[in-house]
């Protein structure tokens, strides 16, 4: 069984930094490029970063240079660093493993900015 667990959410204030993770089991990690998403109330999901099988980072274009994504292949997990956070950044964060067969979400973790 396929499972990708989102961690590290939570209540942050404006210019605050949070660290997400997503352990992934039940697939070979390492052939998956990774990627992080979020969901706002009333907006699309939207992609905030990936990165690929070889490590290859990409990231949107409103957390350029706040955000940090990274992966440990040995412990099946991939991060997303978040500094300098900002308001614009709450929504629900989902991890996503894809490749040319597959395509696995997590249920998502709440990032909330607010003073």
């Known amino acids: 069984q396929v499972q990708l667990v989102e961690s590290g959410g939570g209540l942050v204030q404006p210019g605050g930094s949070l660290t997400l993770s997503c352990a992934a089991s039940?697939?070979?990690?390492?052939?998956?490029?990774m990627g992080w998403y979020r969901q706002a109330p009333g907006k699309q999901r939207e992609l905030v970063a990936r990165?690929?099988?070889?490590?290859?980072?990409d990231y949107a274009d409103s957390v350029k240079g706040r955000f940090t994504i990274s992966r440990d292949n040995a412990k099946n997990t991939v991060y997303l660093q978040m500094n300098t956070l900002k308001p614009e950044d709450t929504a629900v964060y989902l991890c996503?493993?894809?490749?040319?067969?597959?395509?696995?979400w997590g249920q998502g973790t709440q990032v909330t900015v607010s003073s």
């Open positions: 996503n493993g894809y490749n040319t067969w597959n395509n696995y």
């Open positions: 039940g697939i070979i990690f390492s052939v998956y490029t």
């Open positions: 990165i690929t099988t070889n490590g290859s980072p």
